[in-house]
């Protein structure tokens, strides 16, 4: 199975880095992820929940990081066991490229599966590699706006825990308190007008 594509990115190539290098943030990501857990440098290994077809099952694996050229790429290989439902191996070469919108993720993975799993079909398997790897980068876009995106102004952030806030804020927006009062005693004259 080969599959490739690219991203664009609303963070810095360094940010995108950093966060392809966490395994804190890949395990929120990578759809089905149980755990992962660094076993060395630039290794790790990974329980991952997956289901392809009638097969379903946990896969044990490994990943190893390598040609490795922050915050640029580096190559990551991996191989994962789920018993009687069959293997995977693979590699996946990862590139990120700033630009002016943030940075773009350039990908191309080569695998190949065997056991109960390969017997599914291959038009099955990429399907379902195509649809997790939109999942981890929906996920990873997600996640990346939450601790990168735009933040509250301090003050709007604790006004808004306050009775009363939404008014104030509001009232700033629309010139303050005068345009309040010129709109009240408007008002006030029209509803004496139509007695």
């Not at 609303?10 to 992962?36: F, H, M, R």
């Not at 604790?158 to 005693?185: F, H, I, N, Y």
Request: hydrophobic share 35%.
């Amino acid at each position: 199975m080969e599959m490739q594509g690219t991203r664009q990115l609303a963070i810095t190539q360094q940010q995108a880095w950093e966060a392809l290098n966490d395994p804190e943030v890949l395990k929120l990501c990578i759809p089905g992820c149980d755990s992962i857990e660094a076993t060395g440098e630039n290794a790790y290994a990974l329980v991952n929940a997956i289901k392809v077809g009638p097969v379903a099952a946990k896969f044990k694996g490994s990943i190893a990081l390598s040609d490795i050229q922050p915050p640029d790429r580096y190559t990551l290989t991996f191989e994962g066991n789920g018993g009687v439902a069959g293997f995977g191996k693979g590699s996946a070469q990862v590139g990120l490229t700033p630009n002016d919108q943030g940075c773009e993720l350039a990908y191309s993975v080569n695998a190949s599966v065997g056991g109960k799993i390969a017997q599914v079909g291959q038009r099955l398997i990429d399907g379902v590699a195509k649809s997790m790897a939109e999942s981890f980068f929906k996920r990873f876009e997600e996640e990346m706006q939450r601790r990168h995106g735009p933040q509250e102004e301090a003050g709007e952030a604790e006004a808004a825990g306050q009775p009363g806030a939404l008014k104030k804020m509001w009232g700033k927006l629309t010139g303050g308190s005068k345009a309040k009062d010129a709109a009240a005693s408007e008002q006030g004259g029209q509803d004496g007008q139509g007695g």
